[in-house]
């Protein structure tokens, strides 16, 4: 089960202590001490709850057209899974947040998640 009102807060914090950062709160917003194939299904589950909501469609495929400099096209659960790493995980948990709270992203945090997709 995701923690959707974990307080997620790295990207301010340099170096490997921000990275250890990041991994402690992604773990810890999934509710695991370690990383194991639950955080995938996870994942899935996120997923799955808020796919028909319009503000994350067009996050999902923001992702696509963005491409994570990758040389191929990425599928929906992929695109999920690199909005999970370092340099999107923040933004896009507040998203979750906001989808949880409120069943629809603010349209700052919507935007700033858009940015960061740009």
Same mark, same amino acid.
């Given at each position: 089960m995701y923690n959707y009102n974990y307080d997620v807060s790295?990207?301010?914090?340099?170096?490997?202590?921000?990275?250890?950062?990041?991994?402690?709160?992604?773990?810890?917003?999934?509710?695991r001490n370690n990383w194991n194939d639950d955080i995938i299904k996870i994942q899935d589950n996120i /997923?799955?709850? &808020?796919?028909?909501?319009? =503000?994350?469609?067009?996050?999902i495929k923001k992702g696509k057209e963005y491409g994570f400099n990758l040389p191929f096209e990425l599928d929906e659960q992929f695109i999920m899974s690199?909005?999970?790493?370092?340099?999107? /995980?923040?933004? &896009?948990?507040?998203?979750? =947040?906001?989808?949880?709270?409120n069943n629809e992203i603010s349209n700052d945090n919507f935007t700033q998640m858009t940015n960061l997709l740009s």
């Open positions: 790295y990207s301010h914090i340099n170096g490997d202590i921000g990275d250890t950062t990041y991994r402690k709160h992604l773990l810890g917003a999934c509710n /997923y799955d709850k &808020f796919k028909d909501n319009q =503000k994350f469609k067009k996050i690199m909005l999970f790493s370092f340099n999107f /995980y923040e933004t &896009f948990h507040k998203c979750l =947040k906001d989808l949880f709270n």
